[in-house]
């Protein structure tokens, strides 16, 4: 056989028919045409690489490819996208992407358990005040309110959803001013110590809301303008407590404080009590173990005498600061 129609050992890796020597450098195809050009190296091993035809097609397949992956990866951060802005009210989203200074899509639950503090109001505008720092690491308040930041946002209700709290795993004190807070959602492990709530919960029955609290880490609660508040069995979600504030609401008893023995702060403000039960169920009040401050204003507070007032700052005065307002 001639120099120029040596074969060689490997295979065409197009359609694996026997490749032909043509000259010192170039090897093709007997069966499908396909060009080679060959080198040698020091142990005369051939390698093989691709004429500039089908280099330039493959060019065009990497090309496509780089496109393809950049398409999947425009989808895939869009997607992320559009499962951010679906998990977030319109509201919300606004708030955090301002907060936070990046796209929605960008932030992450670990973006999100930095917030410690979050106070949400609403009125012309929704109001988000909020801290990166824990309050309970401040002994000053008043340097503790320099690290606040206020967003407003503006939406209707129906751009709000009171659901998206539960994203806020990180917060210690949390306010909420925007009424209806018995459809809010507490995150599922949180480290809450500190809620404040207006407007009570619906007379038609008990939220899961305070199913949610931690009671390892929940030390005082408030409950503002709780005038429609008939169904009290939340109240055994917080017998850990230490303080407590009720604003507005109508007892028939005091029954739902039984087992508060770590309750070291009550205040009643504008509380209704039937004036003829008013004393008894004060009397019962201050007999609480931890008790050390009891607060009662408004008419109810004016139930008791003077003179049944004495005798309450005599029996447990040495052990309760009491106040009547």
């Given amino acids: 056989m001639s120099h120029m129609s040596q074969e060689s050992e490997k295979p065409c890796q197009s359609c694996g028919g026997c490749l032909v020597r043509i000259n010192t450098y170039e090897y093709q195809c007997s069966s499908c045409g396909r060009k080679y050009y060959v080198s040698a190296d020091r142990l005369h091993k051939v390698s093989v690489r691709v004429s500039v035809g089908k280099t330039i097609l493959l060019c065009a397949a990497a090309a496509i490819l780089i496109g393809a992956l950049a398409v999947a990866g425009y989808q895939y951060y869009t997607g992320r996208l559009v499962m951010s802005a679906s998990r977030f009210c319109v509201v919300v ?130 409950l503002l303008e709780a005038e429609d508040l008939e169904d009290f069995s939340f109240m055994a979600n917080l017998r850990g407590i230490k303080g407590f504030l009720l604003d507005g609401a109508t007892l028939k008893d005091v029954d739902m404080f039984q087992g508060f023995d770590r309750l070291e702060q009550l205040v009643l403000y504008h509380v209704t009590m039937k004036e003829e039960d008013t004393y008894e169920m004060v009397e019962q009040l201050l007999t609480l173990p931890s008790l050390k401050s009891f607060a009662i204003s408004g008419k109810t507070a004016w139930y008791i005498t003077d003179e049944e007032w004495e005798r309450l700052v005599e029996t447990y005065g040495e052990r309760i600061v009491l106040i009547r307002e």
Avoid: H
Wanted: include cysteine; charge should be negative; proline fraction near 5%.
């Fill in 93 to 222: 989203r606004d708030f955090l992407m301002e907060a936070y200074d990046k796209p929605i899509a960008d932030i992450t639950p670990e973006d999100l358990d930095r917030i410690k503090y979050l106070k949400i109001e609403r009125g012309k505008k929704y109001s988000f005040t909020y801290s990166f720092e824990d309050v309970y690491d401040y002994q000053d308040m008043g340097t503790y309110e320099k690290t606040l930041e206020i967003i407003e946002i503006e939406g209707s209700t129906d751009d709000f959803s009171p659901t998206n709290t539960q994203y806020f795993t990180g917060l210690t004190r949390l306010e909420l001013y925007t009424d209806g807070w018995q459809n809010y959602t507490l995150p599922r492990d949180n480290v809450l110590r500190y809620l404040c709530c207006k407007n009570g919960l619906s007379k038609y029955g008990t939220p899961e809301f305070f199913d949610q609290v931690n009671p390892e880490t929940l030390e005082e609660v408030l």
